[in-house]
């Protein structure tokens, strides 16, 4: 402590001089007086030695401050014998000691401190020297570059083999470090360093040494940075102080939140305060040498503190500043850092109220000194020193005598006189202090310097012994005792009331030791006072001491519990005393009631609650405040309920608790609200009948709760045995919400009723046994994986609903669920692909076409038909009466790379569903981390065909990602509404369709109209979107109608004997739930504007014009593996962005009328459609030109002329279009084709050409085919390329057709197209 009286400083200045030799005349000091040439040669901290030590002790007492942070901790050494079992373990354990984790704690600002790993190895165990590196390679490995090895006592031989003169050098080293870190401690008797040798303190040097540069520096540097972001706006100028004015004088709360008062009344600021960190950025830049940076912060910082009237924080800047001007600015004048250091000491001395002024004040005064001793500004030097404050005599003698050395050391002459005059001031108050030898020695340098006057006397050796056996008679050194009394006496008069609270009666300051002797000594005084009450809570708060030694927190336990016995002892006779004694609550043990956990039937898996279901595909939420409905945690009558409590002793002892239980509130419901239910006859609650604890340790203990009747139940604590003697009770109670309704609750501080700790009872309330057995934690992608879902009544009551969640529905399929006895195994039906020999390789299934979200599945229960549910999936059981048992088979597929956490959720109510939108159920919800690992990779692409303008090539390929398996694949299967898909090669040898490892195959088909479907309007799931988003934005009711099923072609393609059947129920439902999935994440990004809510009444599930693609393989070697990949919404590149046409107003009913918040949200929708379907428009070729050849015959020209037969399609079904080809010769290339336009020929330009008319203008109707004829003449017969030709067309759309843009197009030919031309 630095609360240090006039006495304390003088003991300690005595110290130091009795701890030179005897004081001696300075060098300067002559016969004839004072020699000027030595005085300036010499140096000045040689004349006065007891100085030094002086300045070194009070220096090194300097102890942490909350106005700066230069003793604060800015890293951590951690230090493992290599001899340790688990060097790693003990790291750890010191890490998260308490003493560590009190410092990290009070962090500053939000910067971390550095931790540093040191594996210590003992030269002497040579056992370990052959693992000594690989335990620190383990060390570093696990805790990084932050880590270090040091090998000591490497003298196993002891100290005869050692050199003498080694010997001493090595512990000189010990006494040298006491001597300058603290000068008056004795010396230590034991010899230290016997074991090692100057290499080994080279070692320790260079460990150091490499800890300070690679670790803790780049370390404040970082700290440096991030508090500079941190700080940048208070940092910024004029803008900066406009920022601080502005929140300081109109932001009310900001002083409250930053600032706080401490026990000795100073105004101080918290670690993430800007204050404080500005403060700490410039003490960081300071100890790193970045004094110009540094002292900037200290300016904007000081002007806070002056303001805030934070007089200590306001001095300490102060100080900085004129330190950093003195270290970095050496040009500097007087004027600017005198002045600095004068308000620096006025301000500690007179304006500050803590008992540390003094000391700060003697410390910026012999830092100030000491700084311009550094420049050789003696002249500045004695006002500086006569500022310091007065309050010791011996103190002011010291100041009094470096004043007077600095005049001899003045540039650019000395001053004699006033060195004379300051030294006989220092002797007076040398004398005042009862140090007689020093005040002769400055008399002695008085008379000495003064000789041109006449001396009464001269100073003999009879003369210092006297006055030096007078001063040592008369100097007494302060004690540890006394200064624990004074403490302890100032300590104690008002805050010690004669009051039960606990904040009020207890010693509470920042010296754990004071505070632990002076509550001991009060709870003594109040026990023999039979003060009982108080004296519980003196004792009490002895107990609440972490950093008490192990031997005191014994003795302070065995003094607790006797005064409990000596309390009951009392009041044995008294009732209500027994009960008041029962109801104490201690410190220990530690129980967070923030990490209490209740679990409902710890016996299964999973977590169980109440949670709100919606067929919508939403997950189930917890229930919302004020509902009305049930509580989120709800258990059935006679079920185990579980509640884990995190048992801490804080103590460094060990204790025993015993007989532990809950103390619970019971508020009965229903029937046994009729009837009086008491805790005990409502609840059976267990008791553990010991817990042991060893020092610092924490355990979980378990309390079971069995509910005998209906209700609600909340748990307010934890009742115990301390010691087997102190009935103890400790609180779970915590609070609720803060309110902020009211007037009044904003005033006040207001909470609602916490419900954390609690649940409700419920008779009506099933109780299912839901296990999940063999759930995969590895997968490869598009493979599946079958699991089973288990599901027992255990309950009384028949359960009429049952649904099963699914946070990732593209992962899981299910086949319907089936009962079976409590031994049944699930009997294998086959597997998700069924072989069969009858599948036809085209086939024609009407599908629905709703795009529902399948994420829940009805288990049990009634079907419902709401749009966008999921109860269509499977069919599910009626009931599960109690005693019953049903399985579900699972299927889970790696549908994509990466890693996932899957979540199930299984809810049941013993009531039928009666609201469509929501029910309430009781859920038990699992969870599973799966990753998925890339098995093939598939990627579709599509090209023209040149034989027909109807069709299209489809490419597929397929490489194996596999490092060392191969794949066999099974079958490819395309599904449509407009197109079926033929192979271009139909061969099935199993070898031609065998990818091996990272190897790769290409499966090329054509898909073609199909036959039935050429002529057939195919605008039924087009023409729905249409007229639903047409009704979405202009029709006051929102669209809620379904689309009609679709016919699908499946199109199928076999590579082994047998295929797979598509339409099978669970894999067709499979397949849909994959496609439903990325069809409602396509309409997410595409169109943002529109609900998830309306996406199953305005869009479809299949589109005509889409294809989706399957491929089915299996694998070859190794585990027997199938899977497929699916590619869903293949784009073949003809127009089909039909949604435009839903942007024309409706021409039937009345439209709807916009309000004016909601017109631009109208405006947005219609702009991105159109938007949307102009991009799609420009990327598309709604036209396609196929030319054809007939035979050609020699005219008499010797050319060779033929008829051609032209084939202009139209693949958009919106439009018609008008069109005129120019058919192009070679040769006039370069004068027809526009200037940008790329159209490259093939083969000579002078080879043939186009007879007669050239230029052709016709029309083609959506879908429509146009013929149109053509000759050319060609010189020879033989392959000619005739793609020479340019098409403009012009759409033909109706007046009421929403388009802001034309929809003309100029198209060329995109590749080559070769014919022959010959004779028959």
């Known amino acids: 402590s630095h609360i240090l009286s006039s006495s304390d400083v003088d003991g300690l200045v005595n110290s130091c001089a009795a701890a030179c030799v005897e004081p001696a005349d300075p060098p300067f000091i002559g016969k004839d007086g004072v020699i000027l040439d030595a005085a300036m040669a010499d140096d000045i901290s040689t004349w006065a030695p007891w100085y030094t030590l002086f300045r070194q002790q009070w220096v090194g007492d300097m102890q942490p401050s909350e106005h700066e942070t230069f003793m604060h901790p800015v890293a951590c050494l951690f230090i493992a014998s290599g001899s340790e079992a688990d060097p790693i373990g003990a790291l750890r354990a010191l890490q998260t000691s308490a003493a560590v984790q009190r410092v990290l704690s009070c962090g500053d600002g939000g910067t971390k401190m550095l931790f540093y790993y040191m594996l210590l190895h003992d030269g002497r165990d040579t056992a370990a020297l052959q693992t000594i590196d690989l335990q620190f390679d383990q060390v570093r490995k696990t ?442 609550e201690l410190s220990i043990p530690s129980i967070d009631p923030q990490l209490v956990r209740i679990i409902m039937s710890p016996e299964l898996e999973g977590e169980d609650a109440m949670l709100e279901w919606r067929l919508d595909g939403s997950s189930p939420s917890k229930i919302g405040g004020g509902s009305g409905l049930q509580p989120s945690r709800c258990c059935s009558v006679g079920e185990v309920v579980a509640v884990l409590l995190v048992v801490t002793n804080p103590l460094a002892i060990g204790v025993t608790l015993s007989n532990l239980t809950l103390e619970c509130a019971f508020e009965a419901s229903g029937d046994s609200a009729t009837t009086e239910a008491t805790v005990d006859s409502a609840l059976d609650i267990s008791v553990v009948p010991t817990v042991i604890l060893e020092g610092e340790q924490t355990t979980m203990v378990t309390v079971q709760i069995v509910p005998r009747c209906a209700g609600s139940v909340s748990i307010l604590g934890a009742k115990y045995l301390l010691c087997d003697i102190l009935p103890s009770f400790k609180s779970l109670v915590l609070p609720g919400r803060r309110m902020n309704d009211t007037k009044d609750q904003r005033m006040g501080i207001v909470h609602t009723p916490d419900t954390t700790l609690g649940f409700s009872v419920n008779s009506d309330l099933p109780r299912l046994e839901v296990t999940v057995d063999d759930l995969p934690d590895t997968l490869m992608s598009g493979s599946m994986h079958r699991a089973c879902l288990r599901v027992a009544n255990s309950g009384s009551l028949a359960c009429h609903s049952v649904a099963m969640w699914v946070s990732h529905p593209s992962f899981v399929g299910i086949r319907p669920p089936r009962l079976c006895n409590d031994e049944a195994e699930l009997v294998d039906d086959g597997g998700m692909y069924v072989p069969l020999s009858d599948v036809k390789n085209h086939e024609r299934v009407q599908v629905p076409n709703v795009l529902r979200d399948y994420s829940t599945f009805v288990l049990v229960g009634k079907q419902t038909d709401t749009p966008g549910s999921s109860a269509h999936c499977v069919e599910p059981l009626g009931s599960l009466r109690p ?112 990818v091996g490892p990272r190897q790769s195959i290409s499966l090329v088909y054509r898909a073609r109209p199909c036959d039935t479907m050429v002529d057939k309007p195919c605008d039924s799931p087009e023409m729905f979107a249409v007229r639903a988003l047409r009704q979405f934005i202009y029709s006051s009711e929102k669209p809620s109608s379904t689309p009609e099923p679709i016919d699908l072609v499946y199109s199928n393609n076999f590579f082994t004997e047998q295929g797979i059947d598509c339409t099978h129920s669970s894999l067709q439902s499979y397949i849909t739930r994959s496609q439903a999935h990325r069809r409602r994440n396509v309409l997410r990004s595409g169109y943002p504007l529109i609900p998830d809510k309306y996406h199953s009444a305005m869009f479809p599930l299949f589109e005509s014009f889409g294809i989706d693609f399957v491929l089915f393989w299996s694998q070859v070697g190794g585990a027997e593996r199938a899977g497929h990949h ?155 390329d005739v793609a020479v030709w340019r098409l403009q067309a012009s759409a033909i759309m109706p007046a009421a057709v929403f388009s802001s843009k034309s929809l003309d197009c100029i198209l060329y030919p995109t590749q080559p197209h070769f014919v022959h031309v010959g004779t028959v």
């Open 1126 to 1280: 699916s590619i869903s919404g293949i784009d073949l590149g003809v127009p089909h962005d039909y949604l435009v046409e839903g942007l024309n107003p409706p021409t039937e009913g009345a439209a709807r009328t916009w309000l004016s918040d909601t017109i631009h949200d109208r405006e947005a929708l219609i702009q991105s459609i159109a938007s949307r379907s102009e991009a799609a428009l420009r990327s598309e070729r709604p036209l396609d030109v196929l030319i054809q050849v007939e035979a050609a015959q020699q005219s008499d020209c010797s050319l060779y002329v033929a008829d051609v037969n032209i084939s202009v399609y139209n693949h958009s079904w919106r439009y018609g279009y008008q069109f005129t080809l120019d058919l192009l010769s070679p040769h006039e290339l370069d004068q027809f084709v526009a200037e940008g336009a790329k159209m490259e020929h093939s083969g000579s330009r002078a080879a043939w050409s186009w007879l007669d008319e050239t230029r052709h203008s016709s029309s083609v109707e959506p879908h429509g085919l146009t013929v149109v004829r053509a000759r050319l003449s060609c010189y020879a017969p033989g392959m000619i």
């Open 143 to 584: 805790f990084g570059q932050n880590s270090a090895l040091l090998k000591i006592n490497t003298n196993t031989d002891l100290l005869g083999a050692a050199d003498a003169g080694e010997r001493i050098k090595i512990s000189s080293i010990w006494s040298s470090d006491i001597s300058a870190t603290r000068p008056l401690a004795a010396q230590p008797e034991k010899s230290y360093g016997e074991m090692l040798t100057m290499r080994d303190v080279a070692a320790l040097r260079d460990a150091v040494k490499l800890m300070l540069v690679r670790s803790v520096v780049p370390h404040m540097q970082y700290v440096i940075r991030i508090l500079s972001d941190q700080t940048a706006s208070e940092r910024r100028g004029i803008t900066g102080r406009l920022f601080s004015a502005g929140r300081r004088y109109l932001n009310t709360t900001s002083k409250a939140e930053n600032t706080y008062v401490g026990s000795d009344g100073e105004v101080y600021y918290r670690h993430k305060s800007p204050e404080a960190m500005l403060r700490r950025l410039a003490d960081c830049s300071f100890m790193l040498k970045d004094y110009r940076f540094a002292q900037s912060v200290y300016q904007i910082a000081r002007r806070d503190f002056q303001s805030e009237k934070a007089w200590l924080c306001y001095a300490g800047a102060q100080e900085m500043i004129g330190v950093c001007r003195l270290l970095w600015e050496v040009q500097t004048t007087k004027a600017e850092f005198d002045s600095v250091f004068d308000d620096a000491v006025s301000t500690y001395v007179h304006k500050t109220r803590t008992p540390r002024r003094h000391f700060l004040a003697v410390r910026c005064t012999v830092v100030y000194y000491e700084l311009l001793k550094h420049h050789r500004f003696y002249a500045f030097a004695p006002g500086a020193l006569l500022r310091g404050p007065s309050f010791s005599a011996s103190l002011t003698a010291l100041l009094n005598e470096q004043a007077a050395y600095s005049y001899l050391k003045a540039v650019p002459r000395p001053n004699v006189r006033k060195f004379a005059f300051y030294a006989m001031l220092a002797s007076q108050a040398f004398q005042r202090a009862h140090m007689g030898d020093l005040a002769n020695r400055c008399l002695h340098m008085v008379r000495v310097s003064l000789k041109g006057r006449p001396q009464g006397h001269i100073r003999t050796d009879s003369d210092d012994k006297k006055s030096h056996g007078k001063a040592t008679t008369d100097v007494k050194s302060p004690t540890r005792a006394s200064m624990d009394e004074k403490a302890a006496t100032l300590s104690q008069p008002a805050t010690y009331e004669a009051t039960v609270d606990k904040v009020s009666v207890t010693a509470k300051t920042k010296w754990t030791a004071i505070d632990s002797y002076i509550n001991h000594e009060l709870g003594r005084q109040s026990m023999a006072a039979h003060n009982f009450d108080e004296a519980f809570q003196y004792f009490m708060a002895l107990m609440g001491d972490e950093k008490t030694p192990p031997k005191l927190q014994s003795k302070y336990l065995q003094e607790l519990l006797q005064l409990f016995l000596e309390s009951s002892d009392q009041l044995s006779g008294d009732n209500d005393g027994r009960k008041q004694a029962s109801a104490i």
């Open 883 to 994: 005693g019953e048992a049903f399985t579900v088979p699972i299927w889970i597929r790696g549908d994509r790379v990466g890693a996932h956490t899957l979540s199930l959720c299984v809810g049941a109510s013993s009531a039928a569903t009666a609201r469509k939108d929501l029910v309430v159920m009781r859920s038990r919800q699992f969870e599973v981390d799966l990753l998925v690992t890339a098995s093939l990779r598939v990627n579709a692409f599509v090209r023209p065909s040149a034989r027909n303008p109807r069709e299209r090539l489809l490419g597929v390929e397929v490489e194996n990602m596999q490092p060392d398996l191969s794949v066999q694949l099974v079958q490819t299967t395309f599904t449509s509404g407009f197109y079926e898909l033929v192979p271009v090669s139909s061969s099935k040898e199993s070898h031609r369709t065998l």
